[in-house]
């Protein structure tokens, strides 16, 4: 298939392009490299030994994304450009919702224009907020806390109401969401892994940047919570299992008509603390923490189900904890700079 993928030099964006290109699918990337870098890119082609067309421009530059997609014409778009850090969300909305909203609207256009009535959304467990029963699956109700999950869920119900629409004036459409639980690790290779800029919001880049000195010590957000080591538990997912769940999706949506939703993750709940040690035993020694205060809108625990995924698209998570943190800080040590070494 002719894909398009938005966002495609981030981190799941890139190698979720390895498993495209290693499956045969002919790419083409939108990034406006804010949050990445293009070097992404040229380490992607060399893993996977192919060349993939790219364009630097901005998602909300509708006319020059309709340009690119009718010059393309794709069977079908990844979208994963968009803003993602929870804490700068609640701080800056206006720009979470000019890019997560409005990005969409401006992609959905520049589909409409190219033909294409295909889409694969990276979407987000933040959709379900407080859980009101654990695992979360798909028919959970959505609640989200923040404004970085509320701009998911306002793309997901663009997106449903899109296919909708196209459903009813006989021009069906397929939207398959992807709700990601906490993607961690990185290729095999080293040659290619997450690269947050400025200070990581997430634990395991933190705990990447402790390992390597860039850091001085991992903050641990609360260590009263009412979980068995009283640190939050989250549904840590290997990156590369995450990238070969938008390939079953996008085989998915090649049969699919509407809407369908797949929580990625695998099942599985990993403590802070269990991740310290466990990351602290790939990089051979034992790395320093602190206890902070709790943020608000933190979770004590979340898990997802995983068997829709399982079952309609044949997807399951293959990789353990040993492999994300081992994979995690083959691409940390060999770049401890990211791609700006």
Same mark, same amino acid.
């Given at each position: 298939?002719?894909?398009? !993928?938005?966002?495609?030099?981030?981190?799941?964006?890139?190698?979720?392009?390895v @498993?495209?290109?290693?499956?045969?699918?002919?790419?083409? !990337?939108?990034d406006?490299?804010a949050?990445s870098s293009?070097?992404?890119?040229?380490?992607?082609?060399g893993?996977?030994g192919?060349?993939l067309?790219?364009?630097?421009?901005?998602? +909300?530059?509708?006319?020059?994304?309709?340009?690119?997609?009718?010059?393309?014409?794709?069977?079908?778009?990844?979208?994963?450009?968009?803003?993602? &850090?929870?804490?700068?969300? @609640? #701080?800056?909305?206006?720009?979470?919702?000019?890019?997560?909203?409005?990005?969409?609207?401006?992609?959905?256009?520049?589909m409409?224009?190219?033909g294409?009535?295909?889409?694969?959304?990276?979407?987000?467990?933040?959709?379900?907020?407080?859980?009101?029963?654990? *695992?979360?699956? #798909?028919?959970?109700?959505?609640? *989200?806390?923040? !404004?970085?999950?509320?701009t998911?869920?306002?793309?997901?119900?663009?997106?449903?109401?899109?296919? $909708?629409?196209?459903?009813?004036?006989?021009? %069906?459409?397929?939207?398959?969401?992807?709700?990601?639980?906490? %993607?961690?690790g990185?290729?095999e290779?080293?040659?290619?892994? #997450?690269? %947050?800029?400025? @200070? %990581?919001?997430?634990?395991?880049?933190?705990?990447?940047?402790?390992a390597?000195g860039?850091?001085?010590?991992?903050?641990?957000?609360?260590?009263?919570? *009412?979980?068995?080591?009283?640190?939050g538990?989250r549904?840590?997912?290997?990156?590369?299992?995450?990238?070969?769940?938008?390939?079953? &999706?996008?085989?998915?949506?090649?049969?699919?008509?509407?809407?369908e939703?797949?929580?990625?993750?695998?099942?599985?709940?990993?403590?802070?603390? #269990?991740?310290?040690a466990?990351?602290? +035993?790939?990089?051979g +020694?034992?790395?320093?923490?602190?206890i902070?205060?709790?943020? *608000?809108?933190?979770?004590?625990?979340?898990? $997802?189900?995983?068997?829709?995924?399982?079952?309609?698209?044949?997807? +399951?998570?293959?990789?353990?904890?040993?492999?994300?943190? @081992?994979?995690?800080?083959?691409?940390?040590?060999?770049?401890?700079?990211?791609?700006?070494g």
């Amino acid at each position: 298939m002719r894909v398009l !993928v938005t966002g495609g030099a981030g981190y799941i964006g890139s190698h979720t392009l390895v @498993e495209l290109l290693s499956a045969g699918h002919e790419v083409c !990337v939108i990034d406006n490299h804010a949050n990445s870098s293009p070097e992404a890119l040229v380490r992607v082609a060399g893993i996977a030994g192919r060349d993939l067309g790219s364009h630097v421009l901005d998602i +909300r530059d509708t006319a020059a994304l309709a340009a690119v997609a009718q010059g393309f014409r794709p069977d079908a778009v990844i979208h994963f450009a968009g803003l993602k &850090a929870v804490g700068e969300g @609640e #701080e800056n909305p206006l720009a979470y919702y000019e890019v997560n909203v409005g990005g969409t609207l401006s992609l959905l256009r520049a589909m409409e224009a190219a033909g294409c009535g295909r889409i694969i959304f990276s979407s987000s467990a933040t959709v379900y907020g407080m859980p009101q029963y654990l *695992p979360y699956d #798909e028919d959970h109700p959505l609640a *989200p806390v923040s !404004v970085y999950g509320r701009t998911k869920r306002q793309a997901e119900d663009i997106l449903r109401d899109w296919a $909708a629409a196209r459903g009813r004036a006989g021009a %069906p459409a397929a939207a398959i969401l992807l709700r990601y639980f906490n %993607p961690t690790g990185a290729h095999e290779s080293g040659r290619i892994g #997450e690269d %947050p800029r400025g @200070e %990581p919001q997430n634990l395991m880049p933190y705990l990447a940047q402790v390992a390597t000195g860039r850091r001085a010590a991992l903050r641990i957000f609360g260590d009263d919570w *009412p979980t068995p080591d009283g640190t939050g538990i989250r549904d840590y997912i290997h990156v590369v299992d995450l990238a070969r769940a938008h390939v079953a &999706a996008l085989e998915r949506a090649a049969q699919a008509t509407g809407t369908e939703v797949y929580n990625i993750g695998t099942g599985r709940g990993v403590s802070v603390r #269990e991740m310290l040690a466990a990351f602290s +035993r790939a990089a051979g +020694r034992a790395l320093p923490h602190e206890i902070a205060p709790r943020r *608000p809108g933190d979770l004590a625990e979340s898990r $997802a189900a995983c068997a829709r995924a399982a079952e309609v698209l044949g997807w +399951r998570a293959e990789y353990g904890l040993t492999e994300m943190v @081992e994979s995690l800080w083959r691409w940390q040590s060999a770049n401890p700079d990211g791609y700006g070494g």
